[in-house]
Every structure is written in C-alpha cells, then in structure tokens.
C-alpha cells in the first residue's frame, strides 16, 4: 500500500487517503468524532479551578520576582531547581513511564520515591493522572481525550482543567483497564492520603527546608520554593499536550499532531519529542535521545544498574526506521552508532 511504500520525501508531498488506511483504531475514531455530534455538550466553566489557578499564578509572579531580583539565598536557588527536578521524576519516570505506559517495571523502593516525588508536583494522583493519559493516547484528539487538541491550544495547555469534561471523557474512560493501579498497594496508599501528602510534600516541606537548613525567609521560600516552583512544573507538563502537538517535526508519523519540540524536553526533563512517543508509547525512553537531553532515561538507567529497575522496554532501532521511513516526514535521521 501507499501507506507502508512511500518514500519519505513522497510523504510530505502526497496526501493519504485517510478513508483507504483507516486502520481499527482509527475506524473508532471517526466513530467517535460521529457520536460526540449528537451528545449536547457546552463547556461548563468551573470557577473555583479559574479562582484557585488565578490565585496560583499571581503567587508565582511574585515569587518570579523575587526570584528575578536576587531576593533568595543561592541555596535556594538550587533547591528549587532539585525539587522541580524531583517533581518532574514523579510524574515523568512515575506517573507516566512506570504507572501509565508500563514501559519498565521497577522494585518497591522506587515505586516508593516516585510516589512521593510525585506527591511535590500535585497533578492528581497516580492513578487518576493515568487514567487521564491512557484516555489520551487511546483517543487522541477526539472528545475522549481529556485535553483534545482540536479544542485549542489553551484548552490542551490548562483549559481542560478549568472546565467540565466531554461526557466521551468519562464514557470511554469506563472502558480502560486499569486493574494494574488498583493492584499497586504504593498508588492505592497515595490516592488515601492524597490530600495531606500532598500540602507536605508540594507546599509545607519545599518551603520549611530552606528556612531550618539555610536560614531562607519563609515568605520567600513560600512564594519561589513552593509557588513558583509548582507552577513551573505545571507549565512544563502542560506543554507536553499543547506545545508538543502544535509545530514541529513528525519524524516518525505524519499523520499524527504530536511533534518533536525540544524547548518541551529541556524543560520537561526528556519529554517533548512527542512524535515518537505517541508512536512508541511502551518504549521507557520517550525518544531516541541519550540521557544528556532524556534525565528520565537518565535516572531509570541509574536504578536498573544497581538492579532496582528491570524489564525496561526499547524499540528495536530497525523498526524505529522503518517506521520512519514509511510513515515519517523525511525529518528522520538515523543513528550511526547506539548512544546510550
Ligand atoms: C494536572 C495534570 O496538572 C496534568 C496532566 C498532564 C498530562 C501530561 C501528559 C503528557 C505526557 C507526559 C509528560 C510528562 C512531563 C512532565 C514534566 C515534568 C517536569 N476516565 O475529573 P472529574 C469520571 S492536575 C473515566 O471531577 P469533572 C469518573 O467517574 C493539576 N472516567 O470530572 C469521575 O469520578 P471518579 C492539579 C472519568 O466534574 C467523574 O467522571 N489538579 C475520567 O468534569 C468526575 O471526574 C487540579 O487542578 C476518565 N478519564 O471535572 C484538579 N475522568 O474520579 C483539576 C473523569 O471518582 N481537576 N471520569 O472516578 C478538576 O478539578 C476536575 O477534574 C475538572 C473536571 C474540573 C477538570
Ligand atoms: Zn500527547
Ligand atoms: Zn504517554
């Protein structure tokens, strides 16, 4: 077929026939674009979410200017920077890697930190941060993906958290297996103590640290430590659904919205080469890049050398070429040597 034949450079010039290679997922698609048509739906704002981020964000300015005029303690400086670190860890080699892709599995000490580390970047807890993302891939860019592209940019960045959900969120949501969480005795113990773990580990420890070991004020580790800080971590997890599937290169499949963005990477701690991911969710690296760029990868590789990580899943670089070959937009380039 066209489909698996084409040339690279054909790809970016040619366009598929969408109807001809529609493959089972995408079949369910389009049978969901016809059926949210008929469900009424009217974005329903929830304004305690516009009160409670509006709020959020004007202590994260403030923090931002403190930060920006050399208020804090240097060691402060380097704290926020280690817990956005951290935070990044629990959500990008926990919540998404471990817990919601299953792309390696990792012993219970792990399982441990990254629960907490999660707990510094409160994004739900576990095991509804993965329903959500399993919603997401499975449905991209449909109404059942909670933060649907096709509503915009702003509604895939923070949006979709400032509004009621599409009912297909929730009516394909049922659908999802998501026996695996509910078995993890680590993600069942944080969703019971979410709200208290989450006041310490996002808001009371960031800020008390600095003021018992270096002696930081405790208005300005509150507003940079915590506000700040969170809100930055937000940020960069949030520009994985708007920023990563706007502009950018689709190396791997031209078909899809997510794109290769490096800005995303650098500042989501290895996550913003999105087209690979989307193509490869089960790979643990979420991109081809070594660990220079990918600190997750970085971080799983260090625990599986000393045996607290094992099973970590990796695309064979043939198919990746293939793949790239026959579905790319000739951005692809190949690896002359495995950098690992
Ligand atoms: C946050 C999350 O920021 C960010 C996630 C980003 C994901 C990024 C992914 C990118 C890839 C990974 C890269 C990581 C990079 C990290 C870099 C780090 C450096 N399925 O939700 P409710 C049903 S959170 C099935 O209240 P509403 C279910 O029955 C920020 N069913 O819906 C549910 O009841 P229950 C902090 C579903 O009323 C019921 O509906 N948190 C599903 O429409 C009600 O659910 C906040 O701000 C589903 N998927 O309200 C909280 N979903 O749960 C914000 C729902 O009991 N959230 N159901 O089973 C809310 O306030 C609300 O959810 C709402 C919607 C207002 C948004
Ligand atoms: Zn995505
Ligand atoms: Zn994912």
Not at 21 to 30: K, M, R, V, W, Y
Not at 76 to 88: A, E, M, P, R
Not at 321 to 329: K, L, N
Request: charged share 20%; net charge positive; proline share 4%.
């Amino acid at each position: 077929t066209v489909r698996t034949k084409m040339a690279p450079a054909e790809v970016s010039v040619k366009k598929i026939d969408e109807k001809q290679f529609l493959t089972a997922e995408e079949s369910e698609i389009s049978r969901l674009d016809e059926e949210a048509k008929k469900i009424p739906y009217k974005t329903k704002v929830v304004w305690k979410n516009v009160a409670l981020f509006t709020a959020l964000h004007f202590g994260a300015l403030l923090g931002l200017y403190q930060l920006l005029t050399f208020q804090p303690k240097w060691q402060s400086y380097v704290w926020t920077f280690v817990l956005h670190v951290i935070g990044g860890l629990g959500i990008t080699a926990g919540a998404h890697r471990l817990w919601a892709h299953r792309a390696y599995k990792a012993r219970l000490p792990v399982r441990i930190f990254l629960m907490f580390a999660n707990c510094v970047a409160l994004q739900n807890d576990i095991i509804e941060w993965c329903r959500d993302h399993r919603c997401h891939h499975k449905w991209t860019d449909t109404h059942a993906d909670p933060h649907n592209t096709k509503r915009g940019f702003f509604f895939s960045h923070m949006g979709w958290l400032l509004v009621r959900k599409h009912p297909q969120v929730k009516s394909q949501g049922t659908k999802l297996d998501l026996s695996d969480l509910y078995a993890d005795p680590v993600c069942m113990w944080q969703r019971h103590n979410y709200v208290p773990l989450v006041f310490v580990f996002c808001f009371l420890l960031p800020a008390a640290i600095p003021v018992y070991l270096w002696g930081e004020s405790a208005f300005i580790a509150f507003y940079v430590c915590s506000l700040l800080r969170y809100t930055f971590t937000l940020h960069a997890t949030w520009c994985v659904n708007s920023v990563a599937h706007w502009i950018g290169a689709k190396p791997y499949d031209i078909t899809i919205s997510p794109v290769q963005s490096l800005t995303t990477t650098v500042i989501a701690i290895g996550e913003g080469f999105h087209n690979y991911h989307h193509v490869f969710p089960q790979d643990y690296r979420t991109s081809e890049s070594n660990w220079k760029l990918n600190w997750t990868k970085g971080f799983i590789d260090i625990c599986a050398a000393v045996g607290l990580v094992y099973d970590r899943k990796e695309v064979a670089d043939e198919v990746i070429s293939r793949q790239a070959a026959t579905h790319g937009d000739g951005h692809y380039e190949p690896k002359k040597v495995k950098s690992h």
